[in-house]
């Protein structure tokens, strides 16, 4: 069965830096989605991309986050000054129209010291 | 704006019990979509089911079932003979066309005692 692929699995970094947490959705699904779930909190909407632009964002996703798809396999989130705050697992997520159902990856576990 | 309320926080069961958890979702749409996923201690998100608000008809799946209830904007999820394996958090989420990504209630952890 397809998947979303979701690398690392666990990142490590300082405060300050910036990381790269990438995804690849599955193959003929357009709308990309990342999400976050805080430890021991509710898996929260970040951001949603289509047809290669932000399709929607939520309050969480500011300037310090972007996204891109640079490849057509690829799907990025940038944290570009991580905060303490940042840590969480991030989860990409695909579906290949609006009315399908999502399919998640297994998460990127970001922790920042 | 959307709100998913899953009021039960956490819930212990003796295994071959069965379990049902609530989900009471708001929308100002007609047309919206209501999922169920499940989260397992190794931490990904298992996709459970998906409906949409014109199918008003429950699901069953194996012991997994569900009550779709309009009228009560509620979509509870049961478990019938439960098993350790079922303990997990349980996430309930809601997308409309205000806002398609989904919107997850705060989950309810189930545990399965053997």
């Known amino acids: 069965e397809p998947e979303v692929t979701q690398t690392p699995s666990h990142q490590v970094t300082q405060m300050g830096q910036e990381v790269i947490l990438r995804c690849v959705p599955i193959?003929?699904?357009?709308?990309f989605y990342w999400y976050r779930q805080i430890l021991g909190q509710k898996v929260e909407f970040l951001v949603s991309?289509?047809?290669?632009?932000?399709?929607?964002k939520s309050e969480i996703f500011d300037d310090q986050f972007s996204v891109e798809r640079p490849d057509g396999s690829n799907f990025t989130l940038k944290i570009r000054s991580t905060k303490l705050e940042d840590s969480a697992m991030y989860f990409c997520?695909?579906?290949?129209?609006?009315?399908?159902?999502?399919?998640f990856g297994s998460g990127t576990r970001l922790t920042v010291v | 704006a959307q709100k998913v309320t899953q009021a039960q926080t956490e819930i212990s069961v003796v295994e071959k019990e069965d379990v049902t958890l609530d989900c009471v979702y708001e929308?100002?749409?007609?047309?919206?979509?209501l999922f169920w996923y499940k989260q397992p201690p190794s931490g990904e998100l298992v996709f459970l089911i998906r409906?949409?608000?014109?199918?008003?008809q429950n699901e069953i799946s194996g012991r997994y079932s569900w009550n779709f209830q309009k009228s009560t904007s509620s979509f509870n999820f049961t478990i019938t003979a439960s098993q350790v394996v079922d303990s997990a958090v349980y996430y309930c989420?809601?997308?409309?066309?205000?806002?398609?990504?989904?919107?997850f209630g705060s989950g309810t952890r189930l545990q399965v005692q053997p």
């Open positions: 409906r949409n608000s014109f199918d008003e």
């Open positions: 991309f289509y047809n290669n632009e932000i399709s929607e």
């Open positions: 997520a695909s579906r290949p129209n609006r009315e399908n159902g999502y399919t």
């Open positions: 929308t100002r749409d007609t047309t919206y979509y």
């Open positions: 193959s003929n699904h357009l709308y």
């Open positions: 989420a809601l997308s409309d066309t205000g806002r398609r990504a989904l919107t």
